[in-house]
């Protein structure tokens, strides 16, 4: 019993993470048509800054919020510096973001060097807590809460708020909304800044349970394009809902059979894909 | 084409291992075989318009299928290579049919997640991978008594079967087949409503490329006599890419240029710097910002017009 409670409290914390990472994803694929390939570079980096943070002496809520702006920042250069030279052409703009990623995985490993870097969480989050008999992790109900609270301000940011107006009116059709004055510049910036925000948030948040270690692109990068895969490429609901089937999947997946782990991940991709290939609560344009 | 010159370099490549060293011979084989890897994505990414970034699945299958036929069943090599090339092949069939219910970068997005599936299969499932430690302990074949652990002979023997490949390509793009496939890339619509199949004409391209991907995994592993999950990478599909794109997609030598290209710098800079991949992204990002149709087309645009073509 204690078994299954605790993997089931790791799965809903894993697909928080998924969560923040593949909700930012599927923000910049939604509006850009871009697949975003530094996304796992920029998870990863969160956590190395968060990690960095919290060595130099930052409380543990400082320096996730420190990752997460920095990480926006760095999307914005990314956005302003290089993809802009590249408008017009999707397949282009994929290919530098995956050279960037190259670049900045490498990077991480010349700053912060090969060894994973634990990152502890606050101390009143440390322990489990004991209810009923059993324990329950803290920390992973905590990650749980940030990221629930974080998907229900996003859907407050698209569905109340005129930015998300804008977003969703340059989703629908971009030529239109620049017509009655919606400025395209700015809205790409902001929502790659956004979705940059969301990955470096993620991996800030994911550090305690994760550490930052090389290669946590390459493992997480995966995940998110199977989560937006699964819940309909630009579909908000959709990707919060496949998180946390992949983050169920992958859990117990890992836990029961852990040689197979991998394919048990491919097997609702496949399934979806089979029967409704815009994906769980994809729309018909993906 | 220039017929001759086609000969001459012909020759030049078949006369190597009389010009030089044993480490040059070696290195001739991996370029090689890395020419015939990005040919075979060349299928798919420069006359089928599909970019996939998982094509080390199918290198990385191959290899390892053929390792663990060999070490595991203990078969011999004359029955291994054709289960291998079938078997990868198969599993390109399944893909294939995967990656396209989905088009443009959704199909990117699907060969990416499918191949990290492989790749993480070759670490985890270690019972048949032997994970980190990869496969090892593996040999080359001796067809008609050649014994190919020889470095010239196992030069000849990649050197024929890139020809063959070559071959084989430039008739199939020439071929009504070819036609129809950029058809597809160009006009899919169009080409729909004349009748044609699309999606089973991309299918077969598909295949096809998983198919000569298979041959380049078996030549690898024949190579290397080793093989380590590193190979499915997204590393190693980001290197055949960048050859493809940065040579020229959809031009017969383009890729082929672009290997050699991708398979030096790897080598030399290798040995002034440590940071391949730092190199690699950033290749990557200036051939997409500065090249984005690749040498061999510029190189042609150059010399046909006497200036670089349309920005």
């Known amino acids: 019993m204690q078994f299954w409670l605790t993997q089931t409290f790791n799965s809903l914390a894993l697909g928080g993470l998924l969560l923040l990472l593949s909700s930012g994803f599927a923000l910049i694929f939604g509006l850009m048509r871009i697949a975003n390939l530094t996304h796992g570079a920029l998870f990863m980096i969160g956590a190395y800054v968060a990690a960095s943070a919290a060595r130099a002496g930052w409380g543990f809520a400082a320096a996730v919020v420190l990752a997460a702006l920095a990480t926006a920042l760095l999307g914005g250069l990314i956005e302003r510096l290089i993809l802009r030279r590249l408008t017009g052409n999707a397949q282009a703009q994929v290919l530098a973001t995956l050279g960037l990623s190259f670049i900045a995985a490498d990077m991480c490993l010349v700053l912060w060097g090969g060894d994973p870097i634990p990152i502890a969480p606050p101390g009143w989050l440390a322990g489990p807590v004991d209810w009923f008999g059993f324990s329950f992790p803290s920390y992973r109900i905590a990650v749980i809460g940030v990221s629930v609270v974080a998907a229900a301000l996003l859907y407050v940011l698209m569905e109340r708020t005129r930015l998300g107006a804008r977003i969703r009116a340059g989703v629908d059709d971009m030529p239109m909304a620049r017509a009655v004055g919606i400025r395209a510049s700015a809205l790409f910036t902001s929502v790659f800044c956004l979705g940059a925000l969301l990955a470096g948030l993620g991996g800030a948040v994911g550090g305690p349970m994760l550490s930052a270690y090389p290669g946590l692109d390459a493992d997480m990068l995966p995940l998110a394009l199977i989560v937006v895969i699964l819940g309909g490429v630009g579909s908000l609901m959709g990707t919060f809902l496949a998180s946390f089937i992949i983050g169920f999947l992958y859990t117990f997946g890992t836990a029961l059979v852990p040689d197979l782990a991998y394919v048990i991940l491919f097997l609702p991709m496949i399934v979806v894909l089979a029967f409704r290939p815009s994906g769980l609560m994809g729309g018909a344009r993906a | ?311």
């Not at chain 2, 409503?193 to 096809?208: L, Q």
């Not at chain 2, 024949?222 to 380590?228: A, L």
């Open chain 2, 1 to 311: 084409m220039n017929k001759l010159a086609l000969l001459l370099l012909l020759a030049a490549l078949a006369l190597l291992p009389a010009l030089v060293g044993e480490y040059y011979v070696n290195l001739g084989s991996q370029i090689l075989i890395a020419v015939i890897f990005a040919a075979s994505l060349n299928l798919l990414v420069g006359y089928a318009g599909l970019t996939s970034l998982g094509h080390a699945a199918y290198l990385g299958l191959s290899a390892y299928i053929a390792g663990w036929l060999a070490l595991r069943m203990g078969m011999s090599h004359a029955f291994a290579a054709p289960i291998t090339l079938l078997a990868t092949t198969a599993i390109g069939g399944v893909f294939g049919w995967i990656a396209l219910r989905a088009s443009g970068l959704s199909f990117l997005m699907l060969t990416l997640a499918l191949s990290q599936v492989v790749w993480g299969l070759a670490y985890r499932w270690t019972s048949v991978t032997n994970g980190d430690n990869g496969l090892s302990g593996l040999t080359r074949p001796a067809p008609f008594g050649i014994d190919l652990e020889n470095s010239n002979a196992y030069y000849w023997f990649v050197l024929l079967i890139t020809v063959a490949v070559m071959g084989v390509i430039g008739r199939l793009v020439h071929s009504p087949f070819g036609a129809s496939l950029r058809g597809t890339k160009d006009q899919a619509r169009r080409m729909s409503s004349m009748g044609y199949n699309v999606w089973g004409i991309r299918w077969c391209a598909f295949v096809g490329a998983s198919f000569l991907g298979a041959v380049a995994g078996l030549l690898y592993v024949y190579f290397h006599k080793y093989v380590h999950p590193s190979v499915l990478s997204v590393t190693s599909s980001a290197e055949v890419l960048l050859s493809v794109i940065a040579g020229g997609a959809g031009t017969l030598a383009g890729p082929a240029v672009g290997a050699v290209l991708v398979v030096l710098l790897k080598n030399y800079a290798s040995g002034y710097i440590e940071r391949w991949n730092m190199l690699l992204g950033a290749v990557f990002v200036f051939i997409v910002l500065v090249m984005p149709h690749g040498i061999v087309p510029g190189v042609r645009g150059l010399l046909t017009r006497g200036k670089e073509g349309k920005r």
